[in-house]
């Protein structure tokens, strides 16, 4: 009935097209649209200068706060999370999430530090790590590609058996024998800036070409957008749901590779809790930038927006639980922000 | 014929029903009566207004003017909503089955009804098992209540739908059903099942309006028929004594010469596309072939295997069996990107399938060419960039620019895209299903100029489309698809939509 009918049809028709005249239409969104679409991008930066002007002005934080001390703290203890936070953010742009980056990290971190300990050399303690990542990447993708299963439950799965194998490997004790030119790397500056946030930086530098100028990350984002338009150019969707993944696990590897050379120990619990705020960061970057679009620019800003504001408030003297309010609530925000941009762009 | 009927009292009475969308009359003051304990079928081809009619008993749309009286009870059409509908006693089963398979029998009729509940708010199983037990009983419904539904049969299914929209009607058979193309999705063998059960039902005094396209249903089921065409009521009649000629030639409003027409010479260049035999799903083996520059139609109703048919051309429904040439090269494509390689292209028939809306308009447009951009290790955006403003200007699309949302464009620019999408990688075989679907009459003269200018250029194109008069305007031949098959072709002056109308439903249902 529904398909056989012109006139419903032609209704159905105006039902779907949120605008009737569409050259008119369109002319208006380029020329208020530009003004709202750059308020929309820069509001997060923007917010971020702002929160950090605060924290910089405020008396109880003035003299700590702007200090460089402390300002290489925030970007140098932001560089495993943010690298963990491209990770998820890969799998992503398909629509897919990772909820085993974390996990992924701390069992990287506990292979590399044993076979460090063992007295491997650091080349081979970087491949262990980036492969145990990987191999993690390849079970992941293909529960989700060939199994079937949904990839909240896959990688939620595979967290769990990690965090197993790791307590299993470690007996739940810190691997603490780590040569000191590895810690040296995780706590050293190169002309004042801290080379774990150099690290970051090259990492974020490689996943936005691959996201912004490979057909890979333009393939991606596409399959995000619309499955089934996907497959119908041509698209092998199974297969880049499975690369994603392996990226996101071998990104992953090495953020646990950098943790160990940051943190000096592989400490068996240390995954666990860099998953949240990773995804929150994978989330709220599609409210920058690029607004609707999850984007490494985006994810850069949303970790430093609540590194900042949690570093400030604790300088403030604000009790270690309020973090977890910033957190949680940077997450929802994301997801809800995300969403308005998206709805937005597509006019529904 | 169910013989129940002959002076049974008004049921249902439509009066002076009236609806506009635009400038378009759907409905042009429409009245008839249903009688009570009949089956009275509803037919009309395509713009008839039937479908308007349904929603608006549904209360989905309100109507301009007129009533709906219901056994004495009276509403406004203005004034219908979904909620004054059932009040009234019309109970509604959709083409689309509404109901959930991998529940229980039981479960299926209580759910939307509620469940009988104990003082804790629990559900009562033995008392919604044995409600069950009796609601198939009465249904003639040969099921087990603790069953999953997806274990019946097709039409057991569909009936378990009726009871469930029927078994708490307060007298014995008050309320009105309203079955619109119950048969769509069922096989021929399901479709008798149903029909018996509907023919019971009406036999115990249910009154059933039968909305579908198959004929031969109409002649074996229905009491009377109503036809309607362009908004207008043209009959209702009695069926008994109906003949098939009679009903196609009151829906089209023309006379039927049920000859067929012969497949003439070919005026046109080399075969570009050769189907011999193909097989798969709905399709029951088609022979079918698309010479260059010429465009090919594919006239069928909902159901007939038109869309499958080109999905497996393209790749992306696997076919049992059958060969596919293009150029008198054998080709098997087992995914869309082979069929494209092999010079195919393919436009989906909902928007939704092809549509990035999220997207910018350039990178909509480059979906199906992105390799061509990718040299010395990045993507060319200078380049993309100014071959989507070419392509903008080339296929009409209206858009401030290409950096746009694909999703804030008009569906006719969002087509018209998607075409260039194609058009760009200048395929040897377009394939085009309902190319035209929801697109305004500017947008549609666009979109039928960029098909014949590919088609010179020497494309071979097929199109899909339920909409005859413009398969007629647009196409050299057309082939008639139903149940699968090819069952007839038109071409030259037998290319009217009336005829098209006439050898679709004439072949209609014939499996």
Redesign the interface.
């Known amino acids: 009935m529904s398909t056989a009918d012109p006139v419903p049809g032609a209704v159905a028709d105006a039902g779907q097209t949120p605008l009737p005249d569409v050259g008119a239409a369109s002319r208006r969104s380029s020329s208020s649209g530009g003004v709202i679409r750059h308020a929309e991008a820069y509001a997060l930066p923007a917010l971020l200068v702002a929160v950090a002007i605060l924290f910089s002005v405020l008396p109880s934080t003035s003299d700590t706060f702007p200090s460089m001390p402390n300002v290489q703290t925030i970007v140098g203890n932001q560089s495993v999370v943010g690298i963990i936070a491209l990770a998820a953010l890969i799998p992503l742009v398909c629509n897919q999430f990772d909820l085993s980056v974390g996990a992924t990290l701390g069992l990287s971190s506990i292979l590399s530090a044993s076979v460090l300990s063992s007295g491997a050399s650091i080349p081979v303690a970087i491949v262990v790590g980036i492969a145990v990542g990987g191999a993690v990447g390849v079970v992941n993708g293909l529960l989700i590609t060939r199994a079937g299963v949904n990839a909240v439950i896959a990688t939620l799965g595979t967290a769990i058996v990690i965090h197993g194998i790791v307590t299993w490997k470690t007996g739940g004790e810190s691997i603490v024998d780590i040569p000191a030119s590895v810690t040296n790397f995780g706590s050293a500056n190169t002309l004042g800036v801290p080379r774990t946030f150099v690290a970051l930086l090259l990492v974020a530098l490689a996943v936005y070409y691959l996201l912004e100028h490979t057909p890979f990350g333009r393939y991606l984002y596409s399959l995000g957008s619309n499955p089934s338009a996907a497959r119908l150019v041509g698209l092998n969707t199974n297969r880049l749901v499975f690369q994603s993944f392996v990226a996101s696990g071998m990104l992953s590897g090495a953020a646990g590779v950098l943790q160990l050379a940051r943190s000096g120990s592989a400490s068996p619990q240390v995954g666990e809790n860099f998953t949240l705020p990773a995804l929150a960061a994978a989330f709220l970057s599609a409210a920058a930038i690029r607004p609707g679009r999850f984007n490494v620019g985006g994810v850069i800003i949303a970790i430093f927006f609540v590194a900042v504001l949690n570093s400030g408030l604790n300088l403030a003297g604000a009790a270690a639980y309020v973090s977890d309010f910033v957190n949680g609530i940077a997450l929802i925000a994301g997801v809800a922000l995300s969403a308005a941009f998206g709805r937005g762009r597509t006019g529904q | 014929m169910t013989g129940a009927t002959a002076g049974g009292a008004v049921a249902l009475r439509l009066h002076e029903i009236e609806k506009s969308?635009?400038q378009?009359r759907?409905l042009k003051g429409v009245s008839f009566e249903v009688k009570g304990g009949e089956i009275h079928a509803l037919l009309?081809?395509?713009?008839?207004?039937?479908?308007?009619l349904?929603?608006i008993l549904a209360g989905v749309y309100n109507a301009d003017g007129g009533s709906i009286e219901v056994r004495g009870h009276r509403l406004r059409a203005e004034a219908t909503t979904p909620a004054a509908a059932q009040a009234l006693g019309l109970r509604f089963v959709h083409?689309q089955p509404s109901t959930f398979p991998d529940m229980s029998v039981a479960e299926n009729l209580s759910l939307g009804r509620g469940f009988e509940t104990g003082v804790g708010r629990n559900i009562r199983w033995r008392t919604v098992r044995a409600r069950a037990r009796a609601v198939l009983d009465r249904f003639g419904i040969d099921a087990d209540p603790g069953q999953p539904l997806g274990a019946l049969g097709a039409a057991e299914q569909t009936m378990v739908e009726i009871a469930r929209a029927l078994q708490d009607q307060e007298g014995e058979s008050d309320d009105i059903l309203v079955l619109?193309?119950p048969t769509a999705s069922l096989p021929a063998p399901e479709v008798k099942i149903l029909l018996d059960a509907l023919r019971r039902y009406a036999a115990d005094g249910q009154t059933i309006v039968y909305?579908t396209?198959r004929l031969e249903e109409v002649l074996a089921v229905a009491d009377r028929v109503t036809v309607l065409r362009d908004?207008d009521h043209i009959a209702t009649v009695p069926c008994e004594g109906l003949t098939h000629d009679a009903l196609v030639e009151l829906i089209v409003g023309r006379s039927v010469d049920s000859v067929f027409p012969e497949s003439g010479g070919e005026r046109h260049k080399n075969v570009a596309l050769e189907v011999r035999g193909l097989r798969g799903g709905p399709v029951t083996g088609v022979d079918l072939t698309v010479r260059s520059g010429e465009i090919v139609g594919l006239a069928g109703?909902?159901g007939s295997g038109r869309s499958s048919l080109l999905r497996m051309i393209?790749g992306?429904l696997r076919p049992d069996a059958g060969v596919l040439e293009l150029d008198g090269a054998v080709i098997a494509p087992r995914?869309?990107?082979q069929a494209?390689n092999a010079g195919i292209a393919?436009v989906?028939e909902t928007r939704?399938?092809?549509?990035?809306?999220?997207?910018t308009l350039a990178?909509n447009l480059s979906?199906?060419s992105?390799?061509s951009y990718?040299r010395g290790g990045?993507?060319h955006s200078r380049a993309e960039r100014a071959d989507t403003l070419r392509l903008i200007e080339a296929f009409a699309v209206?858009?401030?620019?290409p950096g746009?949302?694909?999703?804030?464009?008009?569906?006719?620019?969002q087509q018209k895209a998607i075409l260039g999408?194609w058009l760009r990688r200048d395929p040897r075989v377009l394939l085009l299903d309902?190319p035209t679907?929801?697109?305004?009459v500017g947008a549609r003269i666009e979109i039928y100029a960029t098909i014949r200018r590919a088609v010179d250029a020497g494309a071979a194109v097929l199109v899909a489309s339920?909409?005859f008069e413009e398969l007629a305007g647009l196409c050299d031949r057309v082939a008639v698809i139903s149940g699968g098959r090819i069952v007839a072709e038109a071409k030259g002056a037998e290319l009217g939509s009336d005829r098209l109308q006439q050898l679709a439903y004439t072949n209609g249902g014939e499996q």
């Open positions: 969308f635009g378009t759907a009309g081809g395509n713009g008839s207004g039937k479908s308007t349904v929603k083409q619109d193309e909305v396209h908004g109703l909902v393209f992306d995914t869309p990107l494209m393919y989906p939704s399938d092809a549509a990035f809306a999220d997207m990178e979906a199906a992105v390799p990718w990045r993507l209206k858009a401030a620019g746009i949302a694909f999703g804030t464009l008009s569906g006719g620019n999408r309902e679907h929801g697109v305004d339920s909409d």
